[in-house]
């Protein structure tokens, strides 16, 4: 039936100045009806708000994990309307081409009780602790493992030494 009053319909994208649809009618009897109709971002795409956040929070120079925190302060949420991770935060600066001026964070993998012990290895060794930068220690409990005892324990401890003044 509305084929009997419809001459053409045209649909075209709009992104600026915001995003939308718009569709226009023309008519048999020569006029025309045009209508833009609101399109919703895509379902789980970063808010504006927050990746405008990441980059202003970013030239400050703090590193990722602070700047998850401040976005869950402020109540942003990611696009999957989840909290605010560091690994999420870098996410966005790497799609969005955001640099991070924050000095790069590197924990210690390992306890200063194992570096000690790898220094008293490095001396029960007749080495130098300062030859000796990274010792792995291992030793088995027991029968080590094989196919008839795949279960046996064995430990293994990875130490760091540090150098030392001789």
């Known amino acids: 039936m509305l084929r009997l009053v419809i001459e053409a319909i045209s649909i075209t994208p709009v992104d600026v100045p915001q995003r939308a649809t718009r569709a226009r009618i023309a008519w048999k009897s020569g006029s025309v009806t045009d209508l833009l109709v609101d399109r919703p971002e895509h379902g789980r795409l970063t808010p504006q708000l927050a990746r405008q956040r990441v980059r202003e929070l970013s030239r400050l120079g703090l590193p990722d994990a602070q700047i998850a925190d401040r976005l869950n302060v ?93």
Do not use: H, Y
């Open 74 to 166: 402020e109540g942003l949420q990611t696009g999957a309307k989840r909290p605010w991770k560091a690994w999420a935060v870098a996410r966005v600066r790497t799609r969005e081409r955001i640099a991070s001026s924050a000095p790069r964070e590197r924990p210690s993998l390992v306890p200063d009780q194992m570096n000690r012990a790898g220094t008293q290895r490095a001396v029960q060794l007749a080495i130098s602790a300062s030859v000796c930068t990274s010792c792995a220690v291992g030793f088995d409990k027991g029968a080590p493992p094989s196919a008839a005892n795949p279960t046996a324990p064995t430990t293994t401890s990875f130490v760091s030494v540090q150098a030392t003044a001789s």
